[in-house]
């Protein structure tokens, strides 16, 4: 695993080929280093036909996707999975079938969709994010459904898994963890004036207020200080964006869904303001964002 840089000027130069959906899906590694890919696949398939032979005999295998809000990493979480399955051999209208909600934040909603899902017993689980994997390990309990997840930043601080060697029960997945100490390295190299980040956050993401704690814990050492602010829904993402604006000198949006799905919003006040916005989320690059840092 290594870190990855990538600015608007390099993402703009980028071909369409290397900003595919299935690049998004390829670096996302597990910590045990085997692909996303592969775990749905073996999961999936676990005491069942290949993929040759379920399509010969029209077994059609059924995958429940559902991810907390909209935005461009989850998104492209979603297609990598779908575009992986694809090459893989498992095509929807032929021998996949895909059912994909999305609760738009909703976590009520959220949890209605993980019932539903558990009670249409699909061959595989996948949720993408921490809450949609909470929640559908909540519905799941005892159904004997295989949950793959991705985009969860911590499955230990979350619960989600035991271990990251031996995760135990039927769920595994893939871990998006940021480079906390290299991404703060990274915002002093880019501008070494920079004294205070403002970072926006939902304390009802317990992996959100996580990261918040390490970057406040690593901040000293990287010679800067670290100013939260909270926002509970995308509508209040703007005011906070508006909050820490005359108290920062630039902003670092980690891996926080509700902050990443307003990020346009964040950019907008950043830049009348003058004040740069960092992310850990790569994909947000093409939206304003200076540089985008994570583990790939």
């Known amino acids: 695993m290594y870190t990855s840089y990538q600015t608007y000027s390099d993402r703009i130069r980028l071909t369409r080929t290397e900003t595919s959906s299935k690049s998004s899906f390829v670096s996302l590694i597990c910590q045990s280093s085997k ?42 979480t979603r297609m990598g999975v779908i575009d ?26 959220a949890m209605q969709i993980a019932q539903k899902f558990v009670s249409l017993k699909p061959d595989v689980l996948v949720p993408l994010t921490t809450p949609s994997t909470q929640t559908i390990m909540g519905a799941a309990q005892n159904s004997g459904i295989p949950i793959v997840f ?39 190299a880019v501008k070494g004036t920079i004294k ?41 993402v703007a005011q906070a964006a508006l909050q820490l604006a005359d108290k920062v000198d630039a902003f670092l949006i980690s891996l926080d869904n ?16 003058g004040k740069p916005v960092f992310s850990n989320d790569p994909d947000s690059v093409p939206q304003g964002v200076l540089m985008g840092i994570s583990n790939t």
């Open 84 to 109: 992986g399955l694809k090459e893989a051999g498992f095509e929807e209208g032929k021998n996949l079938k895909i059912i994909y909600e999305n609760p738009q934040g909703n976590m009520s909603i």
């Open 35 to 76: 692909s996303l890919l592969s775990l749905i696949l073996s999961l999936s398939c676990l005491n069942s036909l290949s993929a040759a032979e379920a399509e010969d005999q029209k077994d059609v295998k059924t995958i429940a996707i559902t991810q907390i809000v909209t935005h461009p990493s989850a998104d492209q």
């Open 196 to 236: 205070k980040i403002g970072m926006i956050y939902n304390s009802g993401e317990i992996n959100s207020t996580k990261m918040v704690e390490l970057y406040q814990k690593a901040a000293d050492e990287a010679g800067v200080e670290v100013i939260a602010q909270t926002a509970i829904n995308t509508s209040d």
């Open 150 to 188: 991705a985009s969860v930043t911590d499955p230990l601080n979350a619960n989600v898994v035991k271990s990251l060697e031996k995760p135990g029960g039927m769920i595994t997945g893939a871990t998006d963890y940021p480079p906390i100490e290299a991404t703060l390295k990274a915002i002093k």
């Open 258 to 273: 509700t902050a990443l799905s307003s990020m346009t919003s964040i950019i907008k006040v950043a830049t009348s303001k």
